[in-house]
């Protein structure tokens, strides 16, 4: 089976992944992000998800943590990020060596 990429927001943060033919998933409610999720979660690798939307299921995602894939990676949509994306991987570095360091 050969696994791919996918995206998932709004469709401004989402639609200049589509030009480089990686696999968009338009959402911005809780409902639309739920079903890609599922949708994307069973063929791909690795799902970068707006800020926005992973705070819209961040519970669901978390049953993910365990799993070797799909990896998920929020990023800043194109209003910006909330620093939900670093907070994330200061907690993944500090759980990984013993200390954050990539903090200040």
């Known amino acids: 089976m050969a696994y791919s990429i996918a995206v998932m927001g709004d469709k401004e943060s989402t639609l200049s992944f589509k030009a480089i033919g990686i696999r968009v998933y338009e959402c911005s409610t809780r409902a639309g992000a739920l079903k890609a999720l599922r949708s994307a979660a069973e063929e791909t ?60």
């Open 45 to 104: 690798a690795i799902i970068y998800v707006t800020e926005e939307v992973y705070q819209l299921i961040s519970e669901e995602i978390k049953e993910f943590d365990d799993k070797p894939l799909p990896a998920i990676i929020p990023f800043p949509g194109i209003r910006g990020g909330n620093g939900l994306g670093i907070d994330l991987l200061n907690k993944s570095v500090e759980t990984a060596v013993g200390s954050n360091i990539l903090q200040d």
